[in-house]
């Protein structure tokens, strides 16, 4: 609607209250530049530490009711046993950029510390910016 009225205006030649505010000018890289750089940071730590991360436990040292990463066929898992034991495995990559996933204990979800992508412990995509889910992968 402000788009329109803003366009509108700029035909008739008329003042408007929000062409300023809404005007694509007001963007200024210098000011984001630093997020930017923030972010590409810590997405190369993030694949570093993924690359270098070595599991220390094996499914069978995960107790009920917890997850954790192990080393299954020479690939990192993401396993989570349910507290009847039952075992949900996933890729710990996540599907957008391809960041090691981290277990929410709390939430019993997979959580991507690079642009915050969440899963299920079954694997289901919760929240993107992924756009598919893990046992996808």
């Given at each position: 609607?402000?788009?329109?009225?803003?366009?509108s205006?700029?035909?008739?030649?008329?003042?408007?209250?929000?062409s300023?505010?809404?005007?694509?000018?007001?963007?200024?890289?210098?000011?984001?530049?630093?997020?930017?750089?923030?972010?590409?940071?810590?997405?190369?730590?993030?694949?570093?530490?993924?690359?270098?991360?070595?599991?220390?436990?094996?499914?069978?040292?995960?107790?009920?009711?917890?997850?954790?990463?192990?080393?299954y066929?020479?690939?990192?898992?993401?396993?989570?046993?349910?507290?009847?034991?039952?075992?949900?495995?996933?890729?710990?990559?996540?599907?957008?950029?391809?960041?090691?996933?981290?277990?929410?204990?709390?939430?019993?979800?997979?959580?991507?510390?690079?642009?915050?992508?969440?899963?299920?412990?079954?694997?289901r995509?919760?929240?993107?910016p992924?756009?598919?889910?893990?046992?996808?992968?």
């Amino acid at each position: 609607m402000v788009s329109a009225m803003i366009i509108s205006d700029m035909i008739l030649d008329k003042e408007n209250d929000f062409s300023e505010i809404f005007s694509p000018k007001r963007f200024d890289l210098s000011l984001s530049i630093g997020n930017i750089a923030n972010d590409m940071i810590e997405t190369a730590k993030n694949f570093i530490a993924q690359k270098i991360y070595i599991p220390s436990s094996k499914i069978e040292h995960i107790k009920n009711g917890h997850a954790g990463i192990v080393e299954y066929n020479d690939e990192k898992i993401g396993v989570y046993k349910n507290n009847d034991g039952k075992e949900f495995i996933v890729s710990t990559k996540c599907p957008h950029l391809g960041c090691q996933l981290g277990w929410n204990a709390d939430e019993l979800t997979w959580d991507c510390p690079c642009h915050g992508s969440r899963f299920d412990y079954k694997g289901r995509l919760i929240g993107s910016p992924a756009t598919k889910d893990l046992i996808d992968n």
